[in-house]
């Protein structure tokens, strides 16, 4: 498998620099796309289907943030396409779903492409999926509803999903 290793590293220092001033986000760019890298010479070079959610996601959010038209769509497509129907067995990152519709204009979609509601994961996107229905920012129902699914936040790639979910 290649370098995944230092992938959550580099991930790590790109939500970092999503809460700092403007002048950050040149970097954190820098580092969301040497994160989607995978270096041939280590044999397998990219896999068929690698799970690039989270930095796609970052990667759309840092890409609006430096005033970027096309290229954060492009992001978010990309998460909705890998995400495709959430069915029964929601992942987490099916959360990342939810804000990248919201980045597309797309709120209609989300009952559509969400059906899971009755594991912890599903829960929680049924609540930030109201409040996003209701007006509310995905940042401020997130923050607030996080420590009611703890859980599914305990580990460092749940701690960079919070984050990422709570970016503004």
């Given at each position: 498998?290649?370098?995944?290793?230092?992938?959550?590293?580099?991930?790590?220092?790109?939500?970092?620099?999503?809460?700092?001033?403007?002048?950050?986000?040149?970097?954190?760019?820098?580092?969301?796309?040497?994160?989607?890298?995978?270096?041939?010479?280590?044999?397998?070079?990219?896999?068929?289907?690698?799970?690039?959610?989270?930095?796609?996601?970052?990667?759309?959010?840092?890409e609006q943030r430096l005033g970027e038209s096309e290229s954060?769509?492009?992001?978010?497509?990309?998460?909705?396409?890998?995400?495709?129907?959430?069915?029964?067995?929601?992942?987490?990152?099916?959360?990342?779903?939810?804000?990248?519709?919201?980045?597309?204009?797309?709120?209609?979609?989300?009952?559509?492409?969400?059906?899971?509601?009755?594991?912890?994961?599903?829960?929680?996107?049924?609540?930030?999926?109201?409040?996003?229905?209701?007006?509310?920012?995905?940042?401020?129902?997130?923050?607030?509803?996080?420590?009611?699914?703890?859980?599914?936040?305990?580990?460092?790639?749940?701690?960079?999903?919070?984050?990422?979910?709570?970016?503004?």
């Amino acid at each position: 498998m290649p370098h995944t290793c230092f992938r959550p590293r580099t991930r790590g220092k790109a939500i970092r620099f999503t809460s700092r001033p403007s002048n950050g986000f040149d970097e954190a760019h820098r580092h969301l796309l040497a994160a989607l890298e995978w270096p041939e010479r280590l044999g397998q070079g990219r896999p068929y289907n690698p799970e690039e959610r989270l930095v796609r996601y970052l990667l759309g959010l840092v890409e609006q943030r430096l005033g970027e038209s096309e290229s954060p769509r492009a992001a978010f497509e990309a998460v909705v396409d890998a995400t495709g129907k959430v069915s029964t067995s929601a992942d987490r990152l099916d959360l990342l779903v939810i804000p990248s519709l919201v980045a597309l204009g797309r709120t209609t979609e989300l009952r559509v492409i969400w059906r899971d509601t009755d594991t912890e994961v599903g829960q929680l996107a049924a609540e930030i999926m109201s409040a996003v229905e209701s007006g509310d920012e995905i940042s401020d129902v997130t923050t607030r509803v996080a420590g009611q699914h703890l859980n599914l936040f305990d580990d460092l790639l749940g701690g960079m999903l919070l984050r990422a979910l709570a970016a503004r």
